[in-house]
């Protein structure tokens, strides 16, 4: 699932990433990929757009829902400005109708005073909406036209953090932003692309002392420098660190099986399995590194498995179908394709 993380690709590539980004409820993710997979998509392929555009819009509505469930959490908390803020994002960034109405509703009832000292009395001193007004997303709210998505500066440093983390499995999320400032610009030099400044930062944090995440993000660099070796180092001293850390065997995974070690990627799948970390990712992971090595049959039955898990259903459903329309099983065919296809061919 994770093949070809580190390189430049085609659309193809980002579309994909995209897709199982968003199987994988990395929803931040997946809406950097699609964006990216819509940028390098020929005008001549437009299904192809369509299908981008469609994942794009999946992947934004489930951010908007995510803050504005942030936002409610905030305002049962009496965090007035903090809910602010979240439902501000959330109409930003849903493409959903419905979704931006609710949180053009719920920003707005915290821009009248009087709503929000009654709502939280003790907070309502330190509440201020950002410019003295609205948000720029609650402006022009009885307006029926679609509001572009707005680029990533639009927002703060501390929200584009958030938006990035956030969908990270686990425990991760907020072991991340307990790193502190320092490490949370490295992190976004490195989703920038400028792995030369983070690498520093990253070095100085682990002469205080070795951190999974910290190697882990070190590691990726070095990848992307073709250090293959020493990536995979710190990644085994990583998971050494914190069994449980899913995002180090998923990079090992990748590693490994890119440079074609097949059967040592399958016996990091395997240790996914054993110790419950992802395993509906790992299920699906596991069919493809199988059908990578050539054992159809065995892809096929653990892809078969995967179909119970919602989260990597469909995709293991698009895997199967094909094999089974060589085979001439057409109603195994209809089956998978009405039932995980929506009945999309």
């Known amino acids: 699932m994770f093949f070809g993380l580190f390189g430049k690709k085609d659309f193809r590539h980002y579309q994909n990433q995209g897709a199982k980004h968003l199987a994988a409820e990395r929803y931040a993710d997946a809406r950097v990929d699609f964006q ?27 951010l908007g829902e995510l803050n504005l469930q942030e936002g409610e959490h905030a305002l049962r908390g009496g965090e007035m400005q903090k809910a602010y803020d979240h439902f501000c994002l959330a109409a930003d960034l849903a493409v959903d109708q419905g979704i ?18 009654a709502a939280a009395p003790a907070a309502a001193g330190n509440y201020k909406p950002h410019g003295g007004g609205s948000c720029s997303s609650c402006k022009g709210h ?6 572009p998505a707005p680029s990533e500066m639009s927002l703060s440093e501390e929200d584009q953090f958030f ?10 999320p907020n072991r991340y932003a307990a790193l502190g400032p320092k490490f949370h610009k490295a ?20 002469l205080s ?37 899913a995002t180090v065997y998923l990079a090992l995974v990748q590693l490994m099986a890119g440079g074609g070690r097949y ?20 299920q699906f ?7 990578a090595t050539g054992n159809t049959e065995l892809a096929m039955e653990l892809w078969s498995k995967s179909l119970e898990y919602p989260s990597v259903a469909k995709s293991a459903a698009e895997r199967l179908i094909p094999i089974l329309n060589r085979q001439g099983r057409k109603d195994d065919v209809k089956y998978l394709t009405k039932k995980y296809l929506k009945g999309c061919c």
Do not use: W
């Open 36 to 62: 990216e997979a819509l940028k390098l998509c020929p005008a001549d392929a437009p299904q192809d757009a369509a299908a981008i555009h469609q994942g794009l819009n999946q992947a934004c509505n489930r």
């Open 100 to 117: 931006k109405s609710r949180a053009h509703a719920e920003a707005a009832k915290l821009e009248q005073p009087a709503a929000a000292a």
């Open 142 to 147: 009885g307006d029926h036209h679609e509001e």
């Open 163 to 172: 938006l990035m983390v956030q969908p990270l499995p686990g425990d991760l």
């Open 187 to 206: 992190y976004l030099m490195i989703h920038e692309g400028n792995d030369r400044d983070a690498f520093p930062i990253l070095q100085e944090m682990l």
């Open 209 to 245: 002392g070795e951190n999974d995440i910290v190697l882990y993000e070190v590691a990726l660099i070095m990848f992307r420098a073709g250090q293959i070796h020493e990536s995979e180092t710190l990644l085994n001293r990583a998971v050494a660190l914190n069994p449980q850390n």
């Open 263 to 282: 059967p040592q990627a399958i016996a990091v799948v395997e240790r996914m399995l054993e110790l419950d970390i992802l395993p509906d990712q790992a």
């Open 285 to 291: 992971m596991l069919g493809e590194l199988h059908e």
